[in-house]
């Protein structure tokens, strides 16, 4: 039997950066996770409006006005169920404009409404794509991992350029 060597300065060295190097890891998937899931809830308070339709109120409203950060028009319906109103508000952004016509879904039992289509399913997941543009610098700087680091971060402007190609 092998008496047990006694630990040398440089084997406890190399145990501690090992656990440094696991710790700084951890706590970098850790915090890019975090920031993944805020992204996914974020968009999903819209998304699940624009991309679950069955059941919800379609149809279109004609931006008539736009005050503060709210824009209102005539609602009319284009599903089985769905009631015309004479006004029901769009938040404003850079998608919305007085006088246009937008393709839409009324959030149920509000007079919100959220645009759909592919343009309004796109514009739902921006939240997301800022998301990954973020997490993507984290994997990169604080996990060295620089290939999946890519992949977030190219996944994130491609989906904010096509929101942005689908909105004009």
Known sequence: MIPAMPAT???A?????SA???????????????????GVW???GT??????????ERGTVRVAQCVGEVCAGPFRPASAGALPRARV?????????????????LK??????????????????VPLGGALLLASVVVA???????????????GAGLLTAAFVALQ
């Open 9 to 11: 300065a440089s084997t």
């Open 13 to 17: 060295r190399q145990a501690s950066v």
């Open 20 to 38: 440094l190097r696991f710790g700084r890891v951890a706590a970098m998937g850790a915090v890019a996770a975090l920031i993944l899931f805020a």
């Open 42 to 44: 974020g968009s999903w």
């Open 47 to 56: 998304a699940q409006h624009v991309m679950l339709t069955k059941g919800r």
């Open 89 to 105: 508000e769009i938040e404003e952004s850079v998608a919305v404009r007085a006088g246009t016509t937008y393709d839409v879904v």
């Open 108 to 125: 149920p039992g509000t007079g919100e409404a959220v645009r759909s289509g592919p343009a309004g399913i796109l514009f739902a997941w």
């Open 141 to 155: 700087g604080g996990m060295r991992l620089v290939r999946p680091a890519w992949v977030l971060g190219l996944a």
